[in-house]
C-alpha cells in the first residue's frame, strides 16, 4: 500500500526518469518498453483471475465460507458442506 500511494502520486515523473535512464536507442528503448507494459499487465490481469477463482472455490454450495465452518477431520466429512460428496460416507 506504501508503495502503491507513491506510485499513483508520483507515477508519471517516475516513469520519465525512468525512461530516460534507459541506456538504449530509441526504438530498442520504445520495444523494451512496450514488451515490459504488456507482461505487467498480464501479470495484474492473471492475479485477478486467480483471486477470483480462489474466491470462487472458497464458498461452499450452501453459501458459507469454508473459512467460517472448516471440516475439522474425516469424522466430519459425511455432514460438511465443503467436502466433495465422493468423501462422504
Known sequence: MYLLFFLLRDGAAVARDLRAAIPLAPEAKALLLERFTTVIRATV????????????????????????R?????????????????TRR
Open 45 to 68: 490481469k492473471g492475479n485477478i483471475l486467480v483471486a477470483t477463482a480462489q474466491g470462487a472455490l472458497a464458498v461452499s454450495p450452501s453459501g458459507s465460507s469454508a473459512f467460517t
Open 70 to 86: 472448516p471440516c475439522s477431520g474425516p469424522s466430519s466429512w459425511p455432514s460438511c458442506p465443503c467436502c466433495p460428496p465422493s
